[in-house]
Nanobody, 121 residues
Framework: QVQLVESGGGSVQAGGSMTLSCKSS??????MAWFRQPPGKEREGVAAISPNDDSPVYIDSAKGRFTIAHDSAATVYLQIVNLKPDDTAKYYC?????????????????WGQGTQVTVTV
């Protein structure tokens, strides 16, 4: 069982930046993704990355402001710039696509507890 622990959330003013981290234990080096669930809305995948693929995938609303990356320590990051109030959500890290397809729409086998991001005006 892979355990995922997110960190880096908090409250930030609109226009600011934030980097979320997700550490896997034991270290997982397969497909990993970030999801978010805004208040009162369904959870949605925002970005996914495979260590064997240099082309991360993003949903359209995340392109240009979100960057997903990973390091050799099996930690995956999500950097968000120019934060907007609509980015307010609980952000979750996920690992291991059930289908083997690394995408924002895949079903994932392992989930973290989430970290809250609140963007204020």
């Amino acid at each position: 069982q892979v355990q995922l622990v997110e960190s880096g959330g908090g409250s930030v003013q609109a226009g600011g930046s934030m980097t979320l981290s997700c550490k896997s234990s034991p270290p997982y080096r397969g497909c990993m993704a970030w999801f978010r669930q805004p208040p009162g809305k369904e959870r949605e995948g925002v970005a996914a990355i495979s260590p064997n693929d240099d082309s991360p995938v993003y949903i359209d609303s995340a392109k240009g402001r979100f960057t997903i990356a990973h390091d050799s320590a099996a930690t995956v990051y999500l950097q968000i710039v120019n934060l907007k109030p609509d980015d307010t959500a609980k952000y979750y890290c996920a690992a291991e696509s059930r289908s083997g397809t690394c995408s924002t729409r895949a079903e994932y086998m392992h989930w973290g507890q989430g970290t809250q991001v609140t963007v204020t005006v």
